[in-house]
């Protein structure tokens, strides 16, 4: 700890500074003191969590009426939330883990899915993804949806979320598919990549990359790569005392609702009822 | 192992099955870190080790059946497909035609969701190549922010990249020298300032490359 603090400190410091303290370059501490944040993450938080009520965020905002007072408004529909690690990949992760457990009861979209799923490698070596790069991922892919076929117990498909290979693996086929919609209507999402990027570049830079964070042209992407309704339930410092939901595509009927606060995403799960 | 060393390529049999005896392998591990109850982050080291070991040996025959020009790669050693050396020749039109260098490329157990590390063997003096070998291009650095300042658009690592895609940067890096984001701020300097001085450095680390003395002045 101590040793972290003194590099910490030090990365304020100029360039001869950071380097008598820890013995290495600017660059090369600051990815060093990355890689010690995520650690730290990896080490406290599932990638996927267990279920909590809803009114388990009240302890991350003990002194804050505004977030409290959202919290509140949110436990009118929502009965409980399912954390994900905060990894720069919570979106893929809690969009892949609430659709595929949507999947366990609803046999119909399931098979709707696996064949459009199937034929989406297909797609992506169109859109020009070497196959040899893209197939791994597609195998573990359609693995995970063979295993919600059999229709396991919940804790099964947690566990296979929370085993880093098949759910990191889960995570960069959903950008791989994100990143092929976007190239595949290129001339749509161009107006929404800001800077002088052509979608191409945003993609290898923004999308495919592993921890790399989604905005709503990734949300938005992914959403009609696959055709599922996703309704996102704001809780940031805005006006109002109340969450605010936008649903993408805008006027679906939701299969998977997710909780943002400002750079995360969690699952969350509807009032019986509601 | 089963594959034969130098340049011939393995044939498809050959790789399935090198593929059928790992995952025969792997599923042994299974049984035995089951029935040891070795922790389960080190069984999932050792089945991520087996996607990477896969993805390696696909891409190692990619390489050996349609070599990028000037380049050669593979695993030192057909016993530990983690560590692969690379022959990169000096791009032509460049201050380091002509001279052919040595690389050592070290994958991590979870190969591609992160990058391999790359250090020349042969001596260099390059702006994106610190003093020791080792290579600071944007695609080699792992996910999350890069502090190195690259432009929005530089390439960095995603697991669709490859092998392929590292070493033709690393050409490319050779040809055009990137003096902002300097691993060596000596050569970066010079490269800006001095580029007669650079050239024949340069013209001295090619020769070394090939085995030659230093040109007589």
């Not at chain 1, 064949?115 to 297909?122: L, T």
């Not at chain 1, 990734?218 to 599922?228: E, P, R, Y």
């Not at chain 2, 089951?34 to 999932?44: G, N």
């Not at chain 2, 590292?166 to 970066?188: K, Q």
């Amino acid at each position: 700890m101590e040793e972290n603090q003194i590099q910490s400190d030090a990365l304020g410091g100029t360039d001869q500074e950071i380097e008598e303290l820890t013995g290495m370059a600017r660059d090369e501490a600051i990815i060093a003191q990355q890689e010690r944040i995520q650690n730290e993450i990896k080490e406290n938080n599932p990638l996927v969590s267990q279920t909590y009520p809803i009114n388990v965020l009240c302890e991350e905002y003990l002194d804050d009426p505004v977030y409290k007072a959202k919290i509140d408004d949110l436990s009118m529909q929502y009965s409980h939330i399912r954390k994900t690690r905060g990894d720069g990949n919570c979106f893929f992760r809690a969009f892949g883990f609430a659709y595929l457990e949507r999947l366990l009861t609803d046999k119909k979209e399931l098979s709707r899915f696996k064949a459009a799923a199937e034929i989406s490698k297909d797609q992506l070596v169109s859109l020009g993804f070497p196959s040899f790069t893209i197939t791994d991922f597609h195998e573990t892919f359609m693995e995970v949806i063979q295993q919600v076929e059999k229709q396991p117990v919940l804790d099964e498909l947690v566990d296979t979320f929370r085993d880093q290979g098949i759910s990191d693996y889960i995570v960069v086929y959903l950008r791989l598919l994100t990143s092929g919609q976007l190239q595949k209507e290129a001339e749509f999402y161009k107006n929404f990549i800001e800077g002088e990027r052509t979608v191409k570049e945003f993609c290898r830079r923004e999308v495919e990359p592993m921890a790399r964070e989604s905005d709503h042209i990734h949300i938005i992407a992914l959403t009609s790569a696959l055709g599922v309704g996703v309704r996102v339930v704001y809780l940031d410092r805005g006006d109002g005392g109340k969450v605010i939901p936008h649903d993408f595509p805008e006027g679906c009927s939701p299969q998977v609702i997710l909780l943002y606060r400002p750079g995360h995403y969690d699952v969350l799960y509807p009032l019986k009822g509601s | 192992m089963l594959m034969r060393r130098s340049g011939l390529p393995p044939c498809d049999q050959c790789v399935y099955v090198l593929i059928c005896v790992i995952c025969a392998a792997s599923s042994v591990v299974e049984e035995v870190t089951r029935s040891c109850q070795i922790s389960p982050h080190f069984y999932t080291t050792i089945t991520m080790a087996g996607a990477a070991l896969k993805r390696l040996m696909t891409e190692y025959k990619q390489l050996t059946l349609n070599p990028p020009e000037g380049i050669v790669a593979g695993p030192l050693n057909e016993d530990n497909f983690f560590e692969w050396e690379a022959t990169i020749s000096g791009p032509e039109g460049t201050c380091f035609e002509g001279g052919v260098f040595e690389a050592q490329i070290l994958f991590p157990p979870d190969y591609p969701l992160n990058p391999p590390k790359m250090k020349f063997k042969s001596e260099m003096f390059h702006p994106n190549i610190y003093a020791d070998g080792r290579v600071c291009i944007s695609i080699l650095h792992a996910p999350g922010d890069d502090p190195m300042g690259y432009e929005s658009s530089a390439e960095r690592w995603s697991p669709v990249q490859s092998v392929e895609k590292i070493l033709l940067s690393v050409v490319s890096m050779l040809a055009e020298p990137n003096d902002e984001s300097g691993a060596n701020v000596d050569a970066s300097k010079m490269w800006r300032d001095e580029r007669e001085k650079f050239n024949q450095i340069a013209e001295g680390i090619v020769r070394k490359s090939l085995g030659l003395p230093p040109a007589p002045s």
